[in-house]
Every structure is written in structure tokens, then in C-alpha cells.
């Protein structure tokens, strides 16, 4: 899989999320032969919804399917816990990871129960994320329930 490609189109999702004042996490629920199946971003903020995480909104978009065996999930930021259960949840292979600088969140457990995780340490997702904390850090410390 082309991971850097995949991360992409999540990078993309983070871009529209700031461009709507939201919190600029991204992601995209690809196969592993790289059909594009879901994308969406964090839309806290838009929606006042705290459940809408960009893996969640890429989850809902990618519709039903029988087996999440063969997917993998791609992400500008390491996976809150909530989304880490989601992976677990429905058998998802493998995790795309943006950085995991700013929050390592559940990707330490995801390693440790099987699934497949790559980093990319990416320095646009860190500073995409980054420069938005900066301007809104009580807006962060809610999305992270701190
Ligand atoms: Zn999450």
C-alpha cells in the first residue's frame, strides 16, 4: 500500500476541517489495494458533536461492508482511544498514522493487539494541528477531554 498517497487525501479532510473553523484532523478508510472507501474530518466543532472524529466521519462515509479485514484506516493524528475501539471494533487491519507527536493516543495498544501501524511522523500534520492549538487551545483540551 502507499501509505504517503493515502495520507494524502486524510491531509486533504485536515485542510477542510481548518478552512471550517474546526479542528483540523483528518482521515480516509482506504482497502488495502488502495480504493478509496470513506473520507471525512473532525467536525466537534461544526456539528457540536463531540462523537464526529475525522475516523469516525471517514467510518460512516465508507457505508456497510461485510469485512473490514482487508482495510486500512488513515489518520493526520495518532487515534484516540474511542477511535482505537473503533478499529479493534470492527477488525481493521491496518493504521496510516500522520504524527503522533502532538497525542499518542491508542496506537501503542493497537501495535500490541496485531494490527498494523505506520507512522509517517509527518511535519504538515504536525503543523497543520499545531497552529490551530496555538489559536484555540481550550477547543483542543475539550477534544481530548483534558
Ligand atoms: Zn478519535
Known amino acids: 500500500m502507499d501509505a504517503r498517497a493515502m495520507l494524502a487525501v486524510a491531509l486533504e479532510e485536515a485542510r477542510i476541517g481548518r478552512a471550517e473553523d474546526g479542528i483540523p484532523i483528518g482521515a480516509a478508510l482506504f482497502s488495502r489495494d488502495g480504493e478509496l472507501l470513506g473520507r471525512g474530518h473532525n467536525r466537534r466543532?461544526?456539528?457540536d458533536d463531540p462523537s464526529v472524529h475525522g475516523e469516525t466521519d471517514a467510518f460512516r462515509a465508507a457505508g456497510r461492508r461485510r469485512s473490514y479485514?482487508?482495510?486500512v484506516m488513515v489518520t493526520t493524528?495518532?487515534?484516540c482511544w474511542?477511535?482505537?475501539g473503533l478499529v479493534r471494533q470492527f477488525g481493521i487491519s491496518a493504521v496510516v498514522i500522520g504524527?503522533?507527536?502532538t497525542f499518542a493516543g491508542g496506537a501503542a495498544w493497537l501495535r500490541e493487539s496485531g494490527v498494523e501501524v505506520i507512522d509517517l511522523d509527518s511535519t504538515e500534520c504536525y503543523e497543520l494541528l499545531q497552529g490551530f492549538i496555538a489559536e484555540h487551545p481550550e477547543v483542543w483540551n475539550e477534544d481530548i477531554g483534558e
Do not use: F
Request: hydrophobic share 15%.
Open 77 to 79: 493524528l495518532s487515534p
Open 69 to 71: 479485514r482487508d482495510t
Open 45 to 47: 466543532v461544526q456539528d
Open 99 to 101: 504524527e503522533s507527536r
Open 82 to 84: 474511542y477511535c482505537s
